[in-house]
């Protein structure tokens, strides 16, 4: 019984991971950089969901969509004010200055802790469940219908943003710009738009992950740290820029963890994902899902 | 004639010299470092309160004249709960600001850092709320300890267990030098008062927000207690797992905090029914009589942030009001002076008189006897005074007063 329990809370918790991950593949994958300030969409998410649903009454369920156009406007915001300069001119990667990156997003990541922290203040702010049953059974299962629920709509979430990558005529765009982006370019498509959508989709899917976790994992101006870093390995882990490489290496990684903590120990829970982040970096380097290279 | 004249001349333009200078020494404040964190990652929620404990104290006493006839001046500095920032905090606030001592430090392992810099430049360190026993038995003189320690705290709780006749406890604490050594303090408390007992910690880490690996093993085998060795945010997150897990509280396993959770003003708003049966150890409590200055300040906290005052606020308090209070022994701010005054000194604070120990180890330099309660919350959303005090000074532990979930 307590195997199946861990499977069940380490596929849940995989399931959270991915619904952050996806997000910070989809960046990877078109810009080739890490955004160190992911992790802050997510308490951005936390915050508006719980902000709206509690002081403006707005109620969680209207809460949700508006966390999730709070985390794409700020991604949109950071892409077109901060991470533009990086590309805008520049047709080859070769010419990109990555590094630039690294610290403009680490900065808007020390700003928005900082600032949420001095403007809502320091207490943990507990968001209210989408549905209200503290705990329940289901089967031999115990878990909270906020649980039950979040993991559904992450599961949809990401199942929806798979189909809309894979099918849509903006997906296909993206797809193209991730493969090749003087390529894409060339047969006329408009990369910087793309790269304006993907971080807009990220912070959103941040966001939402981040609203519906509030009730789960309370908010607070630091809470973003725990799912970046883990998101960090999850995308190295799947293989730089796969979708379907993050979502598998998540899932991985919450059972992983959910069975490393209770039958090795508890303490070195995050080790574990390091660990299978080497031996995945010194045998399979590309990741689990990723491409040798991307040189055309 | 004129010699007389000149003389009388240089004579009055050195004492109008003198005098200004004078004056201009006695305007000068006294400034004071605070080492709190005031940014993650450590503990924001205890720094705010800490501010708020001194600032109160600090206008108390600039309103009613300063000290020494000069005003007092808090110097702030963030340590963002990081050990290597508390050091880096306490030598600018001592070389830079020149600050007569230093105060604020809210957690042990900053704590631990800080007072080596106090120590090497022979400053006074009032500690606020740094529980380990490692500040105290490092045996430093410049180093005096406002809160109760960690040893203390577990022979209070290693009674409470016994008391309640329990057979295996299982404590939660965080991997920091505070949860680990609370824990052990533990163990080691109840090796001696109740051998018998299965005692068992593990360790979370605080940045962690998924706690549900450790506490399903539980439901399988439900301990009669689960010790919270830990602080907010991360001990709300493990309350609410305990409960949407079924392991506690329930009418088989009774939850224990340790580290007055229930006095944080965001408790509520972060835990709900998990909160509910909590068995709490707290060092203070509304119905605990307290002395006119702990009402006062008090009061005024009330009156500053709208929420009700917790042991944080009057330690923050004492500890500011220990230093005010060896100035004015002293009648000097020359911080060699004020540590031997403060060896010394029996001072009144806002929890009461209190003596300066003297024997090494756990208790060395640390305000005794600090008084300690038991309570127990019995609703959603209850305030502190309305909670069911089971334990406190001169009271017996009421277990029959007791309530338990129904199932």
Redesign the interface.
Known sequence: ??NV??LI?GLI?GLFYALMAVGLTLIFGILRVINFAHGEFYMVGAYTYTFAALKLGTGPWFALPLAFAAGALVGWLAERTLMRPLYTGYTSWGLMRDEYSVVVTFALSLLL??LV?KVV??????GPALVDI??MALGPI???GQ?LVATAVAAAMIAGLALFIRYSSWGRQIRAVAQNRLGASLAGIDTTRASSLVFTLSGALAALSGAL?AP???A????G???AIKSYVIVVLGGMGSMPGSVVASLMLGVL???G??YIS??Y??TFGLVILMLVLIFRPQGLFGEKGREV | MTNDLSWLLKFIVAAVVASAALAANAADPIKIGISITQ???GS??Q??QVKDGVEIVKDMVNKSGGVLGRPIELVYEDNQGIPEKGRAATEKLITRDKVVAVTGGHQSSVCLAEIEVAKRYNIPYVNTNCWADAVRTKGYPQVFNAPIYSSRVAESIAETIVKLGLKRVVAFCE?TDYGIGQAKAIAEALKQKAPGIDYKY????R????F???I??L??NPPDMVLMVML??PA??VM?QL????VAPTARTWLYDSSGLAD???FW??????GKYMLNFALYHPQMKLPKLAQEVGQAYRQRTKNEPNRLIFQAADSLLFIVDAIKQAKTTDPAALIKTMANMKFEGTRGQFRIAKEPGARYQQMVDIPSVTYQITEVNQATGKTLLIEGPGMPLATAKLLKPAK
């Open positions: 019984m307590l329990d861990l809370n918790i802790i900082n922290d203040g320091p207490y943990s702010q507990r503290p705990r115990m878990l909270s649980k976790l789960i994992i309370n607070s101006p630091d809470v740290a725990f799912p963890e959910s069975f903590a209770v508890y303490d829970r995050d | 940014s993650p990652p924001v929620v720094g705010t991997n593990e360790t979370l880490d940045a962690g927000k998924d549900t690996p450790a399903l093993p439901r399988a907010p945010p709300y997150i609410n409960y949407e897990q079924g944080y003003p965001d708003q972060n835990v709900k029914e998990a």
